[in-house]
């Protein structure tokens, strides 16, 4: 009777702690530099790159912030894997990405170009039973759990004591001991509750930290007790004095893979800094894909059931759903849908919810056999001796090599650029066509039409339409369709009217199935 009672005292208490701190826990503020607001990942990317790519692009186009893979020594797999990186043998800094020198000196020159570093951070576990070596030189044992490069041993990991399942793995993901005790397909699970490897961890964290990161994403977080992530966090330092104010707390935001039902709760996290919103790219991946209006999205947010925004970050892709090792396959939207991805990416953006993050990835033969993807494990662009490619930009903005780079893609970094024009401004102005045509307006700084219509005659697919814009008279440039330069829009563009009206115009067969103004693109006269 104790142990259950126990359990319904500490959800409640789960409850009433989340109740009082939704939205600003001290670890949800990303510490981005005056009105950024996009974060992107720039998948298995070496250091040196992108430092290059903080001072000739993300600073001058106003990213905010830059994802990086993990970037402590991991386990050296057969082909070269991209998930070998989600299987940490020590936390030393090095990996193919660079070693701690490199790793510091993308962190100076990313945060003086004005864009913060967010660390992938891996603690629910180590490697699954293999041995071998890791990216810094240490062997590691699985079967035996030994990890001298740290150095965990046996001691150090769920086993029978706590794990309820015969064969140590994880069964039942609703079931938090089994989630959080058990093994996620095999990876060798961390006994957190352990004041030594708790301090280790701790110890990790602290150094990424006083090199100058602004925050982390968790890994695996519904996998770990939020007790002793809390119990982690507290012992953090505040983020280092070079580059951030006094007094400011690293950014945490987690993977709480939750879309309702009996699985983990994602609030049972929100009191330790933002989750990651899996709710936000299934319904919007949902309407994108036609399953559901957009015109339903008018009151998009809390009263979908997802997370008070200042709880969220959201994103369309990310490393996992492009090869449907989370979400979907078939369903998630990636760059192999370039016309899709653009569409709901820049809905992402202009809506005003959550911290939005671009997913920037590489290529791969995807090959599709009983709907799973047989190359979903394949690995960054290497040379013959398995060095990571570095990434040269073309003059077109476009990447060399296997690198796809959607976050240089003109219709994302424009619409990076709408919503730090946006800033916090509401959302006015909707307009939809009862279907799957809508459009509205940031306070009178921006506006954006989408049109997904696919019933109807050509004349109804075409959305053509005298809309409020909120915008101030003049003519502005759409954004997707091209810049503005030398004051004249490479694009299309519009006339707002001394009364904000303006004739809008999506054609259901364009290239692009949005049009985006601004006044920070406006024609001068
Ligand atoms: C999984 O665990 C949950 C929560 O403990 C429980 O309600 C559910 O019945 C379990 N499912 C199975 C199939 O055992
Ligand atoms: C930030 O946004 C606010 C309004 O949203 C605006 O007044 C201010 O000028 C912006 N700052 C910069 C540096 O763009």
């Known amino acids: 009777m104790l142990p259950k009672f126990f359990f319904i005292l500490i959800t409640v208490l789960t409850l009433l702690v989340s109740l009082f701190v939704n939205g600003d826990s001290k670890f949800s503020n990303p510490h981005f530099i005056g009105n950024r607001s996009v ?118 990991f769920h086993g029978h004591e706590t794990c309820p399942t015969n064969d140590l793995e994880i069964h039942n993901y609703s079931n938090r001991i089994e989630a959080r005790n058990c093994r996620l397909v095999g990876l060798r699970d961390l006994k957190q509750q352990s004041e030594y490897a708790k301090q280790k961890q701790v110890d990790f964290l602290n150094h990424l930290i006083d090199i100058g990161v602004a925050g982390f994403r968790s890994d695996a977080s519904t996998h770990q007790w939020p007790d002793d992530l809390r119990s982690i966090y507290s012992r953090l330092h505040n983020l280092n004095n070079e580059f951030f104010t006094e007094n400011s707390h690293p950014f945490i935001y987690h993977e709480t893979i939750y879309y309702g039902g009996n699985g983990i709760n994602s609030n049972e996290y929100t009191s330790l800094g933002r989750i990651i919103e899996f709710r936000f790219y299934k319904e919007i991946t949902n309407v994108f894909r036609n399953n559901n209006q957009l015109r339903w999205l008018r009151n998009f947010g809390t009263e979908w059931g997802l997370v008070p925004s200042g709880d969220a970050l959201v994103m369309i892709d990310s490393h996992d759903l492009r090869v449907g090792h989370t979400g979907q396959l078939g369903f998630n939207i990636n760059c192999f849908e370039a016309r899709l991805l653009k569409a709901a990416t820049a809905f992402m953006l202009a809506w005003n919810y959550g911290i939005p993050r ?40 476009t990447c060399n090599h296997e690198w796809i780079c959607e976050h240089r893609w003109r219709e994302i970094y424009n619409m990076v650029k709408f919503k730090l024009i946006a800033g916090q401004e509401p959302v006015n102005n909707w307009w939809d066509n009862g279907d799957n045509q809508i459009a509205f307006s940031r306070g009178n700084r921006a506006f954006i039409a989408i049109n ?7 004349h109804d697919k075409n959305l053509q339409k005298r809309l409020q814009t909120g915008l101030p008279p003049g003519i502005y440039c759409d954004i997707i369709s091209g810049n503005l330069i030398n004051n004249r829009c490479m694009g299309k563009s519009i006339q707002v009217d001394k009364n904000g009206l303006s004739d809008i115009y999506v054609g259901h067969d364009e290239f692009d199935a949005l049009v985006a103004y601004h006044i920070g693109a406006r024609v001068e006269s």
């Open 39 to 156: 974060i992107t990942h720039l998948m298995e990317w070496k250091y040196d790159d992108i430092g290059d790519e903080c001072e000739r692009f993300l600073g001058p186009y106003g990213y905010g912030g830059v994802q990086v893979s993990p970037v402590n020594e991991h386990a050296i797999m057969d082909g070269r894997p991209w998930y070998e990186r989600y299987q940490p043998v020590s936390y030393d800094i090095h990996t193919r990405s660079g070693d701690e020198q490199q790793f510091r000196r993308m962190v100076q020159r990313c945060n003086k170009a004005g864009v913060r570093i967010y660390v992938d951070i891996v603690l629910n576990h180590m490697t699954d039973g293999q041995s071998g070596l890791g990216t810094n030189g240490h062997h590691y044992d699985g079967v035996a759990m030994q990890y001298p490069g740290v150095p965990f041993g046996p001691n150090d």
């Open 358 to 397: 671009v997913m920037s990835s590489y290529f791969w033969d995807q090959i599709i056999r009983d709907g799973k993807d047989v190359n979903d494990w394949v690995g960054p662009p290497t040379d013959q001796h398995g060095n990571i490619l570095s990434v040269h930009p073309n003059p077109d903005m």
């Open 452 to 458: 997904l219509q696919k019933n109807g005659n050509d």
